[in-house]
Each structure stands twice: as structure tokens, then as C-alpha cells.
């Protein structure tokens, strides 16, 4: 039975929240679509149909105080971490009124002081080093938060990917990765630009947990989102969650997709996340057809002002160009302490930089263990060093310092080896918790303390 803590179950409210926010996601983009035919649109439009669940059902995981980044078809995390309609119209329309104040047309606005949201980079998984940055920032700070961003199939491919999600992995960051598999990289399939079916398992390769969930239910998708958000607040991230989904039209405005055989979209229409939630809510009770008309209604009303407020907005005044471009004091930078900060100063965070490696770095070679009951399934084979005649007669019948600090025999058990502590964290490969866990275990008595002829056999 495992002790980790179960999902808490979404409230009534809650469930028809996950419903406003992806029909609003929708519906918003539904709008910039028109208006970018009418030439009101100063950027690009990059649609999210039927992704709307990823957006939503994992940002919806998050708690005020957590931080995440978003990517281009992230609209629906945005409007759940508090921006309004307005601010995406006004934005995409470069009004003066916008979040940026008319200086960008397309997705590149945040809000580091209220919502906690990091502005999108368009160079594809930078954001992973920076989101980790502020992972491992806020637990430096005490704050106890958890940080997250999106990221692509094709995206999955760059080098700031890996580098990033290997920081992230090294530091144990309290981190959430969300890969979004929506099939295609602009128009490369997945099975043309990887070699492996799950991207969920190049998480392994760092040594970290994964999971993969249908991205186009908004239940499922919250439920993991908010296990591992969960996890990783507790000290065992970070975490890759892969999000199984298909985006539904092209890159972007001006691309047909006409490279997508027509099967395909079809097989995926037959799964939208809202046709398949509004399902769910009818089949559980959850609603009726007032309260669907009811949140429809609101939806169209707050739109409507929305809209009208963005197209009768003023562009930005001329001079104004060169304002805002460089911050020259016109707000203050600093950190937002949550515990003492002699706790991470010396002598309290001191440590000798002075580590033991158990094997001493070399080549191990598997072999079987041979137990007075035979080789078992399920445990675990011994690992011989592979060492050179002189280091054998150097070491041979002798022991050496293990990473606990005491002398333990050179058997080079790669897996013995201590991980290295949470920094500035206490989590559950701390390296003082590992400590604690082997102590315990050389307390315990043998295990075969009887005579040989009164032992149970298996």
C-alpha cells in the first residue's frame, strides 16, 4: 500500500470551472480567428483546438503562489491563473491597453508580481533551464512553490530540453514538465523526428519520474497534474508529464495542415476534450441544460465586452516607442524571503566539498548473486568492479571508505552510492534521510538466526 497522499476529488464547482475555462479558451480563439481575417490582428494566431484540456486541466493543479510559463497554445492557462479575455485581445491587437502596452502582437506577456507567470521564450525549451531556475529559486528562498511549463513533441528535440531537464533532474527542482504530444512538429509527425512511441520515457534518462495521460480528458489530465505537482512539493521531483492530444489545425493562421491525412482528424474530432467533458458532466449529474446555458451565456457576455473594449482601445501613442524598453528603476527588484536567511548562509549551509564515490568510477560488471536459497526473481544482481591487477592487490582483502564514512567492503555496488542532498531542502533523497534509512537497517537483527535444519525453506 503506498503512502503518498491521495488526489483530492474535485468539487462540484470546481469540475464546472474546468468546463468555463476550456469553453472560454475556445471560444476566445474562436474570436481572434475572425478578427485576424479582418486584419485586426497585428501578430499570429496559434489555435489550441482541441488541446484545451491540457491547458487547463494542468494549470488548474496549481496553486496562486506556484509559477509556470507558457507556451503559444497556452491561452487556457493563462485565463485559469487570472488574466481576462481583454488582456488576450488587446494584446493580440497591439492596443495600448495590452499587458505590454502595445510592444508585442502575439503571446509574450507575464505577470511576475501577482500571477506568477513567466513571459513565453520563442526559442523552443529554453523556458525548461529558466522554469527550473525559479524552481530552485523559490525553495533557495523558502517559499515552497512549484514551477511548470509546456513544451512540445518537437520541442522535446532541442538541446536547452535536455540540458534543462538534467539540471532540473541533478538539483531535484521542485518542477513539472509538460510535454504536449499534439502529433506534429509544425508538419513532421512524431515518428519521424524520434525513434521511441512514449517521449514520456526519454524522462528516464535522467533519472526521474514520468507519466503519460490522455490530454484529452480534463479529469485525467488534472488528476496527474496535480499528483505530481503534489510530489514535487514534497521533495521527489521533478516531474514529466506527457499529454497525449492532436492539434486540430495547422501551425498557425497561415498553414492549411494539409499534410495531415484526413483520417487522422477525423479519428481525433471524434475525441474533443469539450464534447467528451460536457459528456461526462450530463452522465454524472453535474449539470442540466440551465446551468450549460447559464455558463454559455457568460462566456458570450463577458466576450462581448471584452472584444469591444480591445477594438475601441486607442494604439500606442508614437512616443512611446522608446519607453519601456530597458528597466531604469521603474520598479524594485528583490527577493521575497520566506525563512530566515541565516539558513542558507554559513555555517549553516556549509558542507565540505569533498565527496566519496563508492566504486571509485569503474567499469562494473553484472553478475548473479548465489544465496543459500539460489538466485530469486526480483533480486538484485551484484556489481563487480572490473579493476586492473594493481589496483586488486591494493585493495585485495581490504576495505575502503564508503559514503557513509565508514568502511564498507569494495564490492563497487553502484547502487549503494549516495545521491546527493536536496539543496537548501529537506527531501526524500536527502542524503541525511539516506543516512538515517541505512542506520536503521544496520540495527536490525540478522535474518537467519536460526540453525540451518529449522529454517523454512521457500
Not at 501577482?114 to 531556475?133: A, E, F, K, Q
Not at 515552497?144 to 538539483?171: K, P, R, Y
Not at 469539450?274 to 450530463?282: H, M, P
Not at 591494493?394 to 536536496?422: C, F, H, M, Y
Amino acid at each position: 500500500m503506498s503512502n503518498q497522499k491521495m488526489t483530492p476529488a474535485l468539487t462540484h464547482d470546481q469540475k464546472l470551472d474546468l468546463y468555463y475555462f476550456m469553453q472560454l479558451n475556445r471560444q476566445l480563439e474562436d474570436r481572434l480567428v475572425r478578427l485576424f481575417r479582418q486584419n485586426k490582428i497585428v501578430g499570429g494566431v496559434y489555435s489550441s483546438l482541441g488541446q484545451e484540456a491540457v491547458s487547463v486541466g494542468t494549470s488548474y493543479a496549481l496553486e496562486p503562489r506556484d509559477w509556470l510559463a507558457p507556451m503559444i497554445r497556452n491561452i487556457g492557462a493563462l485565463l485559469v491563473k487570472g488574466f481576462k479575455p481583454r488582456d488576450i485581445f488587446t494584446q493580440h491587437m497591439a492596443k495600448f491597453t495590452s499587458p505590454t502596452h502595445g510592444k508585442d502582437g502575439t503571446s509574450h506577456f507575464g505577470d511576475l508580481k501577482v500571477r506568477h507567470v513567466v513571459s513565453p521564450i520563442s526559442m523552443l525549451g529554453d523556458l525548461i533551464p529558466v522554469m527550473t531556475g525559479v524552481a530552485m529559486a523559490g525553495r533557495y528562498l523558502g517559499q515552497n512553490i512549484v514551477a511548470m511549463t509546456w513544451i512540445g513533441d518537437g520541442g522535446t528535440s532541442t538541446g536547452a530540453f535536455h540540458e534543462g531537464l538534467n539540471l532540473a533532474a541533478q538539483q531535484r527542482a521542485p518542477f513539472v514538465l509538460i510535454v504536449e504530444n499534439n502529433q506534429w512538429a509544425y508538419s513532421t509527425p512524431v515518428a519521424r523526428q524520434v525513434p521511441i512511441k512514449n517521449l514520456a520515457d526519454r524522462a528516464a534518462a535522467y533519472g526521474i519520474a514520468s507519466k503519460i495521460v490522455d490530454g484529452n480528458n480534463v479529469v485525467a489530465v488534472y488528476e496527474t497534474t496535480k499528483t505530481a505537482v503534489d510530489e514535487c512539493r514534497a521533495g521527489r521531483g521533478p516531474i514529466l508529464i506527457e499529454v497525449k492530444t492532436m492539434r486540430m489545425k495547422g501551425h498557425a493562421q497561415h498553414d492549411p495542415a494539409e499534410y495531415v491525412p484526413k483520417a487522422m482528424f477525423d479519428y481525433w474530432k471524434a475525441q474533443d476534450p469539450i464534447a467528451r467533458y460536457e459528456s461526462y458532466l450530463t452522465e454524472h449529474n453535474l449539470w442540466d441544460p440551465k446551468k450549460k446555458s447559464e455558463i454559455d451565456a457568460r462566456i458570450e457576455h463577458e466576450l462581448d465586452a471584452d472584444q469591444k473594449f480591445a477594438e475601441e482601445s486607442p494604439l500606442p501613442p508614437a512616443e512611446t516607442a522608446e519607453q519601456g524598453v530597458y528597466c531604469e528603476g521603474c520598479h524594485t527588484i528583490e527577493a521575497e524571503w520566506r525563512r530566515p536567511k541565516q539558513d542558507v548562509m554559513p555555517p549553516a549551509s556549509s558542507e565540505v566539498a569533498v565527496w566519496k564515490v563508492a566504486d571509485f568510477g569503474a567499469f562494473v560488471k553484472t553478475q548473479a548473486v548465489a544465496t543459500q536459497h539460489g538466485n530469486r526473481p526480483g533480486h538484485a544482481p551484484r556489481h563487480e568492479p572490473v579493476l586492473s591487477a594493481e589496483k586488486k592487490e591494493s585493495i585485495s582483502g581490504d576495505e575502503v571508505a564508503g559514503p557513509t564514512g565508514k568502511n564498507q567492503p569494495a564490492t563497487g555496488d553502484v547502487a549503494a552510492q549516495v545521491p546527493l542532498r536536496v539543496p537548501f531542502g529537506r527531501g526524500p533523497k536527502d542524503r541525511s534521510v539516506e543516512l538515517e534509512r541505512r542506520d536503521k537497517v544496520a540495527e536490525r537483527p540478522p535474518r537467519h538466526n536460526k540453525p540451518p535444519h529449522k529454517r523454512r525453506r521457500r
